[in-house]
C-alpha cells in the first residue's frame, strides 16, 4: 500500500514558479512509476508529467513541456515537480499518482489515469494574471 500527500501549492503569479511536492509512505513506492496530473471544474483529470521508478525517463504533456520538470529522491520517497514560467492556464489542482512500472506504462500509457493505482489528495494552484 501506498500513500501519497502532495504540498507546495499556492498562488504566484504570471511568470513566476512553484515546486510541489509529493511524500510517500509505503516500502513499495521506491519502485513505483510515478505521474502528475491536473484538474479544472468541469474537466477531466489532465496528464502533466510523469516519472520512471529510478527517474531514468521522464515524460511531459506538450503543454508544459520546456517549462516544467519532474524529479524524484528514492531515498527520501519524494518526487517533485518543478513548475518555470507559469502561465493562468495552468491554474488547476495538482493530483501525483503511483502506478506498478510495466513495459505497457513505458511504452505510451503513462498518461492514462487508470494506470494508476495510488492517488493523493491534491493541491490546488492558482496562477493570476
Known amino acids: 500500500q501506498v500513500q501519497l500527500v502532495e504540498s507546495g501549492g499556492g498562488l504566484v503569479q504570471a511568470g513566476g514558479s512553484l515546486r510541489l511536492s509529493c511524500a510517500a509512505s509505503?516500502?513499495?513506492?521506491?519502485?513505483?512509476?510515478v505521474g502528475w496530473f491536473r484538474q479544472t471544474p468541469g474537466k477531466e483529470r489532465e496528464f502533466v508529467a510523469a516519472?520512471?521508478?529510478?527517474?531514468?525517463?521522464?515524460y511531459y504533456a506538450d503543454s508544459v513541456k520546456g517549462r516544467f520538470t519532474i524529479s524524484r529522491d528514492n531515498a527520501k520517497n519524494t518526487v517533485y515537480l518543478q513548475m518555470n514560467s507559469l502561465k493562468p492556464e495552468d491554474t488547476a489542482v495538482y493530483y501525483c499518482a503511483a502506478g506498478r512500472s510495466s513495459p505497457k506504462y513505458y511504452s505510451g500509457t503513462y498518461n492514462y489515469t487508470y494506470m494508476y493505482n495510488y492517488w493523493g489528495q491534491g493541491t490546488q494552484v492558482t496562477v493570476s494574471s
Open positions: 516519472i520512471s521508478w529510478n527517474g531514468g525517463s521522464t
Open positions: 509505503g516500502r513499495t513506492f521506491s519502485s513505483c512509476a
